[in-house]
Structures are given as structure tokens and as C-alpha cells.
């Protein structure tokens, strides 16, 4: 049998780990680099080249470079993110007929999950390399909140990659995973995930083995690129302020003072002030290129991301009250991510749980671990117990659902059937009313989602039940039951007691 | 002989089991447990019967079975662990409810919920807008626009306690408005 493995598919970054031996072990490539860029750039004859090498590509040539894929995942290509997004990357975004996101790359066409399927699959090459066997299953992390369509992708990414995708579990649930694995804690623990693109925060009981979600909450538009974004846009305000140049509005221009944000931003954690080159900006009236430079010290990079920081804080609010939680009764704080260790990050987190951080994992590498473990502990190959049964061993997560699921209903309002932060596998049932008399057959639209309106959820599926009683509405009633498995799938089953028509739909719902 | 044979035995004799089996007895606990010890029992049920459990049991209907019984076990937890509505559940045990029905939990959560923040006091979206109209004019001390907004929004929604109770606040609060300008002494007015 092979050993799974667990792979954090970051934003910036991605891991591979697996349990050797009984330990979690993150399986560094050739070169001992322990991380890979999430970075696929084409050559001349359209071949994928992915990790390091593709990161050095993206600055001279980020038209056939595709960096953060993940942030494209799952989304239609005329929402507002995907508009967002395509301003700050240097490749093409097209629809396909269908409405989603496709990367245009040297005349070539791909879908978010394809290119996410060459980083996976790089990903397993350096788990064999490493390993020495075949690696074919693997427990993906994902931000813990994604919707069900961004799951989705990453499982196709997974299935592009050829790897059978044990489960998806959330990054931040991982990390707890594999801050606890084997200690006996008795401890409710935080989770503050900051990475690339995303933020998580989720706040966990653990008891022995036993990992309970009791509250999960984030966004999936406050990550590192976010900062970067707001600090060039500072570099720039100043920029224009001090010179009447026009800066030339193109992507290679803000690639660039992006790419000086992320230095300044990595440079500020040793140094109090950093001066930044960006050569090229604009051409001046006697046709000179232009270089903006610009110093930023700590408190002026602080200033300007503070307002990004604060809003981590409100997320957090959110997490603590659906644990029911206040920061007091946290007894540790897990930080996760690339972001999360930088200077005011971590002193604004101390300072909102009243606490110090724990400090003692690498939080790049944490997430790909307890993947691992998980992927250990649902596929793995394990010593037979004193009665002989493998022993269920390993961790035991207790899972939620990250966002609501619900019905439509008259007036374009949602009906909430299972909430957002129920624990899994769970069965809800409610009762409704068709809108008009004598009607035969309602359509049951499901949504996911924490919005009351319809059009701000996302839509999962619809189907009709018919064969209902024509009689006054009042009298007619549909019973809706939705069951989630462990796995994340979806049953909603619609029923008409009185006249005894059933209809019933499963919905993979991708499981964090 | 099959290594998890217990497991599965376990599992199969308490599916044939669900539906007489009250929140008390599917965490193995008795009716008058410590309200703390209701977490750890949750716990040692997990540990057992948790479907991932049986992840590398090559038999799905094992696994669907355990899905039901944890899907009970889950309602079972999430209703004793809060002492509130425990109480609730524990009157419709006497008459023979196995089950807190959706919708009592669901009027536990709203009323809860509700007490925390008015706004999702409301079930209409009629009934939410005037109920937000009146507390915009609650907040700008406009009592008798408030006592105003909370009669419409009782036409849509007459029998909504939440309803009643700030319409009688707001009552309360034109009266005695009402009566501290009536003792104003100083009832000139400047021409």
C-alpha cells in the first residue's frame, strides 16, 4: 500500500508532508528547498514548469507565467473578485461558455483547476522523489473558508493531477492538527491564519486525540497580496504627489511596484526604514525612464495595512461568538501562514487574545503536517491494536460546516437549514408551505451561504417535486431534509407527507 | 475473523436501534447526567463510532449506517450540551418526543438569538423593515415614530413577542416623554 500524503496547496506557497515511521515529515525536492512557489510558467513550446523555476520567470516574462491560481479557484469569470484579480496579474483571463475563469497562455487555454493540477502534481513528483514509491492519494488543505465550488476545484485540480483526493480538510484545522498530535492537550486553541490570499481563523477544543471545530470564520480577500496591493498604492499616491509625470498604467508597471511592496514588506522585519527602486515607471518630458523611489519606515508600512489588520480582528469577533468563546478562554494561540509572523501581525495578535503567541512551528510548513497526519489517519497502513483490529488511530477531527445551507423561498429570501457551524455528519428537517393554491409542484433551489437574499448565496443545485395534493396552500405541506455525510456529501430529500411524493438529490459537497 | 468485528456489530445493532433511541441513550448517558459530563460522553462516542473511523473499511453500507448514527449522536450533543434547551428537550421527553423537533430547536436558536441582536427578531421582510425603521427612530429619540413603525411592522407580524415587547417600550417611552413636557414649567414660547 502507499502512503498518502498531505499537500498544502497555498496561495504563494505549497508543502508536501507524510507520516514516516509514525512522525509527520515535510518531503523537501533535490535541492532541500522545503516549500514550492504556487507558480506554473510556460515555455516557448508550451511545456509547464513549476515551483522555483517558475518564480524566476515571473518577472520578465508574466504574460505565460501564472502565479496565485488559487485565488481564481472556483469563481465565475464576471464576478467582481475575478475583475479584482485581473488587474494585479500579469496573464490573460478569458470565459469559457460556461462562465468560468480560463488562463490564456501561449495560445493555449486552461481552467484554474488544470494549472492547479500541475502544481499538485509537481507536488507528488517531489513526495516520490522523496519518498522512493509511488504516491497516488493525498489529503488536500483548502482555506477553511471556501465555498462549496472552490472545494469542488480543488478536487478537479486533484483529479487532473491524477491523485486520488482522500478529503479536504481546512488549512487552519490542519494546523491544529499538527500543533497537538500526540501531547494530550486538554486546550482550547486559535488558529489565526494569515497566507497569501486568505485569512481563517478558527477556534478548536482539543481533548486527547479529539479535535472539535467550535467556530470558523474568514476571508478569502485579506491575504499578503492584499497588503502588498495597499502598500504600492501608497508607494504610488506619493509618487504622483511629488512628480507630475503620469506613471505609465500598464500591468509590467504594477507587477513591479507590487514585487517593492513584498520586499519592503520582507526587508521591514530586520530594518526600521527601507528605500525602494522601481525603474521604469514613466518617461519623463525630456524621454528619460522615470524611477519611482520611495523610503518607508515600520510605523508608515503599519499605518497603511493597519486597516487590513483590524478587519482580521472582526473576523475573529466572529469565530469567538459562534464558539461562544470570549479571547480570555483561549488558552493558546496558533500562528499560521507566511504573513503571520510578520512584525506588527504578530504583536497586533498578542495584543488582541491578551496573550503571547506560540511560536514554536514552522508556520509555513504546519499545515502540510497535520495533512498528513489526517491522510494518515484515513488512508494510511497501521499497526494492528491489542485485539488485533487496526487500531482507529490518530487524531479524530470533528468537523463543521463553514457556511449555511438552505432553500430559496418566495420573495428571493433564503431559508437556513442547516446552519453555518453545525458539527458533521447532520440531518436538519423543516417544513414549508407551497406560495399559491392548488399548486402541484414547488422547485427546491439550495443555496449555501449566510446571506438572507438569494442572488448573494451561492447556488448548488435545484430540483421539482411534484405530485402535490391541489389544495389551498395552508393545507399542503413539504418537508425538506438536508443530511450531510463525514465526507461532505449533501442529500436533500423533499417530501410531500400527505400524498407521499418523494424527491431526492445528492450534492458532493466538498467537506473542509 | 473480520478485525473490526466488534465495531461493526456495534454499529449494526444500533441502527437497527435508532429510532428508539433518545439523546440520552445514543451517548450511552442517563437522563439525570451532571451537565459537564455531557461533553466527555460526547467524546467516547466519537472516539467508537466517528463514520472516519471507518475510513479503511472497504463497505459502504457500514459506513452509511454510521452516518446515520452519528447524525443523531451529533443532534444529541448539540441539544444537551446547552443547558437551556436541554430543560426544553427533557419536558418533551416526558410525553414520549425522542426528538427536539427542527423547529423547536430552531425557536431555542431564534429567541436566543433574537434576545442578542433585534434585527433577527423579524420573519417578514416587511415586518424587518419597519421593525429597522423603528429602531433608527428609536435611536434618534423619536418615540412617537417608533411607537409608529412598530404598528406596522405588528401587521405583518402580529403574534412576534419581540415585537410586543418594543412596542411597549416605545409606548412607555412617548408616555413618559409625553409627561416630562408636561411638567416643563417653563411653558413659554419665545415669538
Known sequence: MTIPVG??????????????????QVLADDEGRRVQPSVV?????????????????????PESTVNSPKRLMGRRFRSAEVKRLSLNVGYELTESASGEVLIRVRDHEYTVPQISGFVLDHMRNIAEKALGQKVSQAVITVPAYFNDHQRQATREAAKAAGIDCLRIINEPT???????????????????????????????RLEDDVYEVQGTAGDTFLGGDDYDAAVARHFLKGFQRRSKVNVRDNRVTWLRLLEAAEQAKIALGEENEVEINVPGVARSAEGRDVVLSARIDRLTYAQVVMPLVQRTFQVCDESLKLAGLSTSQIDNVLLVGGMARLFLVQEAVEHYFQRPV?????????????????????????????????????????????????????GGYVETIIPRNSSIPSEQTKYFHPAFDKQTEVRITVYQGESRKVDQNELLGEFVL???????????RVE??????????????AKDPDSGSKRDMRIELDRR | MDPMIKTRVEIETLHE?????????????????????????????????????????????????ANDIFRLANEAYRNLKDPDIRARYDMGLAEGNLRLSADGRSKADKEAAAKNNPELAATTPQGEKYFKMALKCWGDG????????????????????????????????????????????YKLRIV
Request: negative net charge.
Open chain 1, 358 to 410: 506560540s511560536l514554536d512551528h514552522n508556520p509555513n510548513e504546519v499545515v502540510a503536517l497535520g495533512a498528513a497526519i489526517q491522510a494518515h489517519s484515513l488512508g494510511g497502513v497501521h499497526e494492528p491494536g491489542p485485539d488485533g483490529a487496526p487500531a482507529p488511530s490518530g487524531p479524530l477531527l470533528l468537523d463543521v460546516t463553514p457556511r449555511s445551507l438552505g432553500i430559496g423561498t418566495v
Open chain 1, 174 to 204: 490542519a494546523a491544529a492538527l499538527a500543533y497537538g498530535v500526540g501531547q494530550g492537550l486538554k486546550q482550547n486553541v486559535a488558529v489565526y491564519d494569515l497566507g497569501g490570499g486568505t485569512f481563517d481563523i478558527s477556534v478548536m
Open chain 1, 41 to 61: 510558467a510556460f515555455g516557448y513550446d508550451g511545456a509547464p514548469v513549476v515551483g522555483w523555476r517558475a518564480q524566476r520567470q515571473l518577472m520578465y516574462a
Open chain 2, 142 to 185: 423619536d418615540f412617537r415614530g417608533s411607537v409608529m413603525q412598530m404598528r406596522f411592522a405588528m401587521q405583518f407580524e402580529p403574534g412576534n413577542a419581540v415585537f410586543v415587547e418594543w412596542l411597549s417600550k416605545a409606548e412607555e417611552a412617548l408616555e413618559s416623554a409625553a409627561a416630562k413636557k408636561d411638567q416643563n414649567p
Open chain 1, 480 to 493: 425538506i431534509t438536508f443530511e450531510i455525510d463525514a465526507d461532505g456529501i449533501v442529500h436533500v430529500i
Open chain 1, 466 to 476: 411534484d405530485g402535490l395534493r391541489p389544495a389551498p396552500r395552508h393545507e399542503v
Open chain 2, 17 to 65: 436501534l435508532l429510532e428508539e433511541l433518545d439523546y440520552y441513550k445514543i451517548l450511552l448517558l442517563e437522563r439525570d447526567v451532571p451537565q459537564a459530563d455531557v461533553d466527555p460522553a460526547f467524546r467516547t462516542v466519537s472516539r467508537k463510532l466517528h463514520p472516519d473511523r471507518l475510513a479503511r473499511i472497504d463497505d459502504e453500507d457500514l459506513k452509511s449506517k
Open chain 1, 7 to 24: 499537500i498544502d496547496l497555498g496561495t504563494s506557497y505549497s508543502c508536501v508532508a507524510a507520516v514516516i515511521d509514525g512522525q509527520a
